[in-house]
């Protein structure tokens, strides 16, 4: 598998790439230009997040003004990640954090719920949508993560059998007896998977009873330690990864 290069400036463009030229917004223009300070010719890397990476010639108009030109395939667009990632949302640095991170772990989308003790009211998606293309541009993904709108997490598993037909959640509850995931985990078959990570209070005990009623809901700890949410985050979706995704 072709690895991403790491030496050559890359953006996402909203495509779709094939091979023509591609213009760079203003944003993009003044980053190569006079924050890179890249001159006429530079290699630079595009993805669309659908046909690829491409990589091609740097040609200024002017200092406001730039294009890529002579556009060459660079790796092959892989198969999305199939795994959702539903959270409730943070404060923005964390959430910020927690969006970056689920990108760089291999999540295929990313869904906000609502839950009882969520103490985040307003929640920017463009904003979220923004950190994930960022996170993709600096860690080589070519695959930028979908973001749906928030909902109420009661909605969201009342619909979930037949939104979500045969995908297994991954409650990841800190009132586990147990301190391990492995076990839990080693005992699920590889299909679709979705990682559920609950606010900073935690769920109710309505949320929880709940869940753990759920047929498709299997429940996991994360270890002997209360985490925070960001931090659960990256932690839920490396051990799940490792034991039943593309690691």
């Not at 929880?208 to 931090?231: S, Y």
Request: glycine residues 8%; negative net charge; contains cysteine.
């Amino acid at each position: 598998m072709a690895h991403s290069d790491f030496r050559t400036p890359r953006l996402f463009v909203t495509g779709p790439l094939d091979g023509t030229p591609v213009g760079f917004d203003r944003e993009q223009t003044n980053y190569l230009l006079n924050v890179l300070r890249l001159g006429e010719g530079a290699d630079v890397l595009v993805f669309d997040g659908r046909n690829g990476e491409w990589r091609g010639q740097l040609a200024a108009a002017s200092r406001k003004s730039a294009s890529l030109v002579e556009l060459r395939p660079s790796r092959p667009q892989p198969a999305a990640p199939d795994l959702l990632y539903l959270f409730a949302p943070l404060k923005h640095a964390r959430l910020d954090y927690m969006v970056q991170k689920a990108v760089e772990m291999g999540v295929g989308r990313l869904k906000p719920v609502l839950t009882q003790h969520t103490q985040v009211s307003r929640i920017n998606l463009e904003r979220m949508r923004a950190n994930a293309i960022e996170a993709a541009e600096q860690c080589g993904v070519l695959h930028v993560p979908a973001v749906e709108a928030e909902e109420r997490l009661d909605d969201v598993l009342d619909r979930f059998d037949r939104d979500e037909p045969g995908r297994r959640l991954i409650f990841c509850d800190e009132g586990e007896d147990s301190t391990n995931p492995l076990p839990a985990l080693g005992a699920l078959a590889r299909g679709p998977l979705a990682v559920l990570i609950g606010p900073e209070g935690g769920f109710s005990v309505a949320e929880r009873q709940r869940l753990r009623r759920l047929d498709f809901v299997t429940a996991i700890p994360l270890g002997p330690r209360i985490l925070r949410a960001d931090t659960a985050a990256v932690a839920a979706l490396a051990v799940v990864q490792a034991c039943l995704g593309d690691w």
